[in-house]
Nanobody, 119 residues
Framework: QVQLVESGGGLVQTGGSLRLSCAASGRTFSSYDMGWFRQAPGKKREFVAAIGTSGGSRNYADSVKGRFTISRDNAKNTVYLQMNSLKPEDTAVYYC????????????WGQGTQVTVSS
């Protein structure tokens, strides 16, 4: 069982930056692939970024490439999402997720943190 708790959301102006954190419980954090997803009002949840167990493998949605960076610190059981050059269309609830590598589907989800980008 893995519990995920996101933090770092808030209100920021267009062009600003935020860093989201996701703290995971458990002693096997390094065995889990981690991801960030988001859901805007009236829209389906969408993939944002993912990182492999060691941090060497990362991938991003086209909409955030070059602006967002995912990273992890296995010693702290934490995954991060650095978001730069934020746009109003980035406004959403951001969710952290985990899957035991090499499973396909994410099994564990956090409660979400709100990110609002004002124009």
């Amino acid at each position: 069982q893995v519990q995920l708790v996101e933090s770092g959301g808030g209100l920021v102006q267009t062009g600003g930056s935020l860093r989201l954190s996701c703290a995971a419980s458990g002693r096997t954090f390094s065995s889990y692939d981690m991801g960030w997803f988001r859901q805007a009002p009236g829209k389906k949840r969408e993939f944002v970024a993912a990182i492999g167990t060691s941090g060497g493998s990362r991938n991003y949605a086209d909409s955030v490439k070059g602006r967002f960076t995912i990273s992890r610190d296995n010693a702290k059981n934490t995954v991060y999402l650095q978001m730069n050059s934020l746009k109003p269309e980035d406004t959403a609830v951001y969710y952290c997720a985990a899957k035991y590598s090499p499973a396909v589907q994410y099994t564990y989800w956090g409660q979400g943190t709100q990110v609002t980008v004002s124009s």
